[in-house]
Every structure is written in structure tokens, then in C-alpha cells.
């Protein structure tokens, strides 16, 4: 597609539901990455995925947080047992393959899934 | 691993005047420092990159600055307009293959 598509766009849950979230990344990209911004916080960093490498876990916050990727396409992230503090914008991000010091390192973001935890 | 610190949370300016944002990075081995716009309701946007082989890099109204001995770099958007209201964020990676550790974010107001 033309840009990295998101969805659902919100999503409100009941505390201790499971919510699964998804992102279509531009077709060609290799890389896929999953951020959590909060209220006033930054990019949270949670996952990344590089072709057909072991996924990058080390910025998942918890358990509860899995993701995965098929096909080196679609992506899925999934919160179980939701918590009030998961309340967040969720963004995906797709890039080129960055092997190469003059690989395109630039990020396209989703215009994210927000996620509130009643 | 890598901590990106980012000042200042919000900035407030005049239509016309400059408008600057400085970061700080801990880990000296980072190469690629990114600066991403977000206009609410949207995902955050690169408007400029720079890697550590320069140290300036300029596209029309905004440039960035890299001063890899301090481990500090800095967005400068002069002749600021509305349309640059957003909440800016820098970022830093130290390696192909790794994910970009993005500072706080800061606010950017623009009054006409």
C-alpha cells in the first residue's frame, strides 16, 4: 500500500481482556518496528522485526506483550490481561532493509491504534 | 543501550522568529540521528536526518547540527510559521539493524 495502515484506529477494552492490534507495513519493507507512546512520554521502543531474523524483544515492557510477524509482512501485537496503564498510542513503523551504511534508515510511521483500558 | 535526552518539553515562539531543540546521546557509538514531526492525530514524520560523517546538514528553513565530541545535536527551523506547530522528536541509532531510541518530544508552538 501507500503507507503503513494501522488498525482498529481505537480500541476501548475492559481491564484484563485480551486487545490484538495490527499493522500493515509498505510493501517492499523489511523492517517492522512497534512503539508505545503515552501521555507526555516519547517513542517507546517494544519490538522490531528484520526479515527473517529473531525479532528484537528487549523493549517489551512484560509478558502480557507478544507480537508477530507473518509472512514478513503483517504484523500483530498482542496485550493480554490488559492493565489501565497500557492506556497508549500504539505506533508501527515499516523501513528498507538497512544493511548498508547508505540504506535508507527512514521510518514510516502508522497514524497508530489507540488503546484505552476502562 | 542507548538514552536520548531532549530539551526543551515546550517552546513557544512567534511567526518569524527561530525556534531550536537540542538533544543530548549516551552512547558514542550512534551514527544516525533522525528528526520525526508529529501533527496530532498522525504518526511522527521525518523532516531530517544526519549521519555522524558531517556535522551540519540544511534543507530549506530547518538544518540539524552534530557534535559527536559532546554527544549533543540540534534542530534549527528558522523564519518559523503556524504550519510548523507540532510536537518534534529526535532520535538516535547506533548500528544498521538496530531499532532508533527516540528522545521525549517537544512542543512546538507557533503564534501569528
Known amino acids: 500500500g501507500a503507507g503503513v495502515s494501522q488498525s482498529p484506529s481505537n480500541k476501548v477494552t475492559e481491564k484484563g481482556k485480551d486487545v490484538e492490534l495490527r499493522c500493515d507495513p509498505i510493501s517492499g519493507h523489511t523492517a517492522l518496528y512497534w512503539y508505545r507512546q503515552s501521555l507526555g512520554q516519547g517513542l517507546e521502543f517494544l519490538i522490531y522485526?528484520?526479515?527473517?531474523?529473531?525479532?528484537?524483544k528487549s523493549g517489551l515492557p512484560s509478558d502480557r506483550f507478544s507480537a508477530e510477524r507473518t509472512g514478513g509482512s503483517v504484523s500483530t501485537l498482542t496485550i493480554q490481561r490488559t492493565q489501565q496503564e497500557d492506556s497508549a498510542v500504539y505506533l508501527c513503523?515499516?523501513?528498507?532493509?538497512?544493511?548498508?551504511?547508505?540504506?535508507?534508515?527512514?521510518?514510516?510511521f502508522g497514524s497508530g491504534t489507540r488503546l484505552t483500558v476502562v | 543501550g542507548e538514552n536520548v535526552e531532549q530539551h526543551p518539553s515546550t517552546l513557544s515562539v512567534q511567526e518569524g522568529d527561530s525556534a531550536v531543540i537540542k538533544c543530548t546521546y549516551s552512547?558514542?557509538?550512534?551514527?544516525?540521528f533522525p528528526w520525526y514531526k508529529q501533527e496530532l492525530g498522525k504518526g511522527p514524520q521525518l523532516i531530517i536526518d544526519?549521519?555522524?560523517?558531517?556535522g551540519e546538514k540544511k534543507d530549506q528553513r530547518i538544518a540539524v547540527t552534530l557534535n559527536k565530541t559532546a554527544k549533543h545535536f540540534s534542530l534549527h527551523i528558522t523564519e518559523t510559521q503556524p504550519e510548523d506547530s507540532a510536537v518534534y522528536f529526535c532520535a538516535a541509532s547506533y548500528q544498521a539493524g538496530t531499532a532508533l531510541i527516540f528522545g521525549k518530544g517537544t512542543t512546538l508552538s507557533v503564534s501569528s
Open positions: 522485526f528484520q526479515g527473517n531474523s529473531a525479532p528484537d
Open positions: 552512547d558514542s557509538a550512534s551514527n544516525y
Open positions: 544526519i549521519r555522524s560523517n558531517v
Open positions: 513503523a515499516s523501513s528498507l532493509d538497512k544493511d548498508s551504511y547508505r540504506a535508507n534508515y527512514g521510518y514510516t
